[in-house]
Structures are given as C-alpha cells and as structure tokens.
C-alpha cells in the first residue's frame, strides 16, 4: 500500500505514517531527545547524551521498520554548526542561533524572501551579509536596484520579534470557486461579489454562501505541459504486445513478437517500435483461424485497436 509521488494527499499521508511510525519507536527508547522536531522528511533533534548513545538511538530508529532509511548528520557542542532546512544552527553563549543556509544551487526567486532572513537571522550582521548578497543576486538578474532596496527595506524595519511570534491563521468557510485561469476572467470576482445579493434573497442559499465565493485559479495548460512529461520514458522492446488492461477482449488475439510472419509469400517483417493493443494510427494484420488457407487480413485506422475491436463486438 502507498501513495503516488506528486498527488495532493501524499504529504498529508507520509505525515500521518510518520507522526505514528515516530510515536510507537519513541514509546520504547530509553534514551530520548530533548527535542525532537520533524518538517516532513527532515528531523531535528537536541541530544543531551553521549555521543555514543545517540548514534545507537540512530540504528535503533533505522531498524524499526525495514523501508524507512534515516541519514544523520549532526554536530557536537564543540563543533561550529549544522544545516537544517534553510537554516545553519549553531550554539554560543548557551544560546542557539541562527542564519541563512542556502545550498549551492539555490537561486532566490522573488524579493520577499528579505522577509525571511529578517525572521531566520538572530544575529543582524549576519542578516546584513546575506541580505547583501541577495540584492547582488537579484540586480545580476536585471531587477531594478531602487525596487530591490526598496523591498529590503521594507523587511529590515519589521522588528523580528514580530515575525517570530505565532499568528493564527483565521478559519475560511467561504466556498471556493476552482476556474481554470484566463485574462478574460478576472471581472469574475465583481460579478460574484455584485451577484450576491440575489443568493441571499434565498434562505437556504443564504446559509449555504454566507459569504462571496472564493475565487480560486488553477492553472491552465502551457506549451512546457504540452510538450514534456512528468516521468522519463521506460525504455521498451520492440514489437506487438497485450496492453493488459482489464475487459481488453483484443489482448488474447495479439501475437507478441517483433517479428511478423506473412505465409502466403514467405516473408518476416521486422517490428520497429513498441506497440500494444492501446496504440493508436496503426496498420494492422488479422489472421484468420477458421480458414484452410489461414486468410490474412491488412488494415489501417486511427483508433487503437482495443478501441476498433469494441466497436465490432458491440454491433
């Protein structure tokens, strides 16, 4: 049982696994962390034992249960620092701190991530630094200088005891309106908010949308989702194969070979290309059984031939 990479639930499950895979190890430790925090896949822990014992509390936990693999990297109090997530961690003073981790290949994406350095660095000349390096980053990439010290700024002046306090994110029950995304769209929000009106003339409409829809965009195709996949291409064999679908009344008829023998002049075509009972713009060879002479039959069509044999067997 699993979740296929990439659905919208497939955090949520691994969260859950996690969340009990954790719980039930945890209950039979001895030794435990001072802190144990988890982000998806990436766990950070506070030991306050021996070195020794944490690196059994590791095989412990990477022999609980057979497909999960933990890699651990971590630093002693002696040490300078670890990386975790977008953040290095280090210990001075009997005080964690923190600053900006960001890996080789990063490339900073929009300018609010001042923001985040503001909220990640405790110590401001380093916050300093790599708000520096930053900018340099974005005026590399043609973005305006004035707009990029602007939005620095702007940041910097947000005190960070500000942003390191919890904010509870308000519960919305309005009802999403899910549209695929076009320019010609945008006047959709005025029009439900205008249209309103008439719904709550509606008691029952009333209480069902309280509130204007919420408008929400999903995106539409583009010429990169037309023209790429999301998974490589499995390197197949050439030939005719079944295509093992279920209720495909064509699988049994198909002779899987790369080669095609014609009996009436001897000859063996070669198969180039992999095909299957789903392929479609096909010229096909249909021998029959019945026959002395075992008659052969060449078509063509541009339907699959599951797809053509179902049309016959429905006639």
């Known amino acids: 049982m699993g979740t296929s990479m990439g659905t919208r639930f497939a955090p949520q499950d691994a969260n859950l696994f996690m969340a009990k895979l954790e719980e039930n190890f945890l209950s039979t430790c001895n030794t435990k962390p001072l802190t144990y925090l988890r982000y998806i896949a990436d766990i950070f822990i506070i030991w306050t034992d021996t070195e020794q014992e944490l690196i059994q509390f590791h095989k412990q ?3 609980f249960h057979p497909t999960i693999n933990l890699k651990m990297n971590y630093s002693l109090l002696t040490s300078t620092h670890i990386h975790f997530l977008d953040k290095t961690i280090h210990i001075r003073e009997n005080t964690i701190r923190t600053t900006i981790y960001r890996k080789p290949t990063d490339k900073p994406s929009y300018l609010m991530q001042a923001l985040r350095y503001n909220l990640t660095c405790s110590d401001t000349d380093k916050r300093n630094h790599h708000l520096k390096t930053l900018k340099a980053d974005f005026i590399n990439r043609g973005y305006n200088p004035m707009i990029v010290d602007q939005c620095i700024h702007a940041a910097t002046r ?3 005891t500000h942003l390191l306090q919890y904010k509870q994110k308000p519960e919305i029950n309005r009802v999403p309106l899910v549209v695929t995304y076009n320019p010609q769209l945008r006047t959709l929000r005025k029009i439900a908010r205008d249209l309103q009106g008439t719904l709550h003339k509606d008691e029952r409409l009333k209480s069902t949308f309280p ?3 919420l408008l929400a965009f999903r995106q539409p195709p583009n010429l990169k989702a037309l023209i790429t996949r999301s998974a490589l291409l499995q390197p197949t064999k050439n030939g005719t194969y079944p295509c093992g679908k279920k209720q495909c009344k064509t699988c049994p008829h198909i002779l899987t070979s790369n080669k095609i023998p014609i009996s009436d002049t001897l ?3 070669i198969t180039h290309g992999h095909y299957n009972c789903s392929t479609s713009n096909v010229v096909y060879l249909i021998q029959c059984t019945k026959c002395i002479t075992g008659g052969l039959y060449i078509g063509e069509t ?6 053509r044999n179902k049309h016959h067997y429905n006639q």
Do not use: A, I
């Open 61 to 63: 936990f990477q022999d």
């Open 158 to 160: 947000v005190p960070r």
């Open 211 to 213: 509130d204007p829809s």
């Open 267 to 269: 000859e063996e075509y």
């Open 302 to 307: 541009g339907q699959s031939p599951r797809k």
